[in-house]
């Protein structure tokens, strides 16, 4: 059984449009991370969260918002969509596993922004 | 701040040949060294991961080398099949980081 899940797998919405991408993870993981994958850019983190009602800025956080509500569920938030966030979406969690942290990622959501 | 670079794809290659993805990465940290894979329609799962300078690690046929003095990673194969055709991210993350910096990865196409 998948360890990180994501809903929906596909979405359209328009211009200016609301949508909310979910990820839920079962590995009892601390951490917990949005990305966006396009090509030319590989992965690039938008939000990340270490626990329950806290948030970090990623590295490409504008017209983004992200909330996460328990240790195994985080949102991400477009209230006004724009067709430059149509992308593929990743949700990973992690933990420290030795010295590192290994993420493990969700099967992706693709948005599509008309 | 840290960063990884890498090879740029697309690479393409003939069934049993041998394959290279260079990777170099930046840090003022002692890092932990990744390589991520991702085929077709799934999320990056992780190929193996290296913790420690000059030590080497492995899965499924390909290896890379922790090179502390080059700060490189490169990932090899020595015959690589079409089912190897997949994106590959080179990354990095250290002890104080709680996050993974990945390069742009390498898409590997594996012709038969």
């Known amino acids: 059984e998948a360890a990180v899940t994501q809903s929906p797998r596909n979405k359209v919405t328009v211009t200016g449009g609301n949508v909310t991408l979910s990820c839920r993870q079962t590995n009892s993981h601390n951490y917990m991370y949005w990305y966006r994958q396009d090509t030319g850019h590989g992965l690039r983190l938008i939000h990340y969260s270490y626990g329950a009602g806290n948030l970090q800025i990623g590295d490409v956080p504008d017209g983004y918002k992200a909330t996460r509500t328990t240790q195994e569920d985080f949102f991400l938030l477009l209230e006004l969509a724009s067709p430059s966030q149509t992308s593929l979406y990743f949700c990973?969690?992690?933990?420290?596993?030795?010295?590192?942290?290994?993420?493990?990622f969700g099967p992706g959501t693709r948005l599509t922004v008309l | 701040g840290d960063s990884v670079t890498q090879t740029e794809g697309p690479v393409t290659l003939s069934e049993g040949t041998s394959l290279t993805v260079n990777c170099s990465y930046e840090?003022?940290?002692?890092?932990?060294l990744f390589w991520y894979v991702q085929y077709p329609g799934e999320g990056p799962q992780l190929l193996f991961k290296v913790p420690k300078a000059n030590e080497k690690g492995s899965n499924r046929g390909f290896e890379a080398t922790y090179n502390k003095e080059a700060t490189s990673f490169h990932l090899q194969k020595a015959s690589v099949q079409e089912s190897d055709s997949a994106v590959y991210y080179c990354?990095?993350?250290?002890?104080?980081?709680?996050?993974?910096?990945f390069g742009d990865g390498t898409q590997l196409v594996v012709k038969p």
């Open positions: 990354a990095l993350s250290g002890y104080s980081n709680n996050r993974i910096f």
């Open positions: 990973a969690s992690s933990d420290l596993q030795g010295s590192s942290y290994e993420q493990y």
């Open positions: 840090t003022k940290q002692y890092p932990t």
